[in-house]
């Protein structure tokens, strides 16, 4: 068990830049308050893209995630997801690596509901019981200009 956790923490870490890294990236494109970042991972030295909007870098999507950070605003206790105008789903309990980590990681068919929503909402719970609401609209159009110019810049 613990390789599994050590092996999903790696993975997250890989996943999640922190917000002052993703300032220091540069914008190869912008669409309405979203931005395309893209620069080197200081680990690996691989190349990195990540979209994220202008004035909330906790907030993040690569090729393959969605996340969105709450170190610094209070943690994750527990969260409610809305998409779209769906009713909001159940409160979910974070998993140990997200309550250590304080940022929630969709992927797979999360991250494919995700990515067709026109916009979604997070309500977190905080470790300091406070309400915290994250909100990020979609436009298709930004999706696929951004990923378009993430492919040129590459």
Known sequence: MLTNLFGFALLLAMTVTAPAAVEMMKVVAKEGTWELRHGKDAFTDKSSCIMTVATKPYVQITSD????GYRGRGGVKGYTVRVD????????LPNIIEKE??????????FSTIMKAKRIRIQVLT??????????????????SCFKARAAAA
């Open 65 to 68: 995630s969605f996340t969105v």
């Open 85 to 92: 105008d769906e009713p909001a789903g159940q409160m979910q």
């Open 101 to 110: 980590t304080h940022v929630l990681l969709f992927q797979g068919e999360a």
């Open 127 to 144: 470790v300091t019981t406070n309400l915290v609401t994250d909100r990020a609209d979609f436009w298709r159009y930004v999706l696929i």
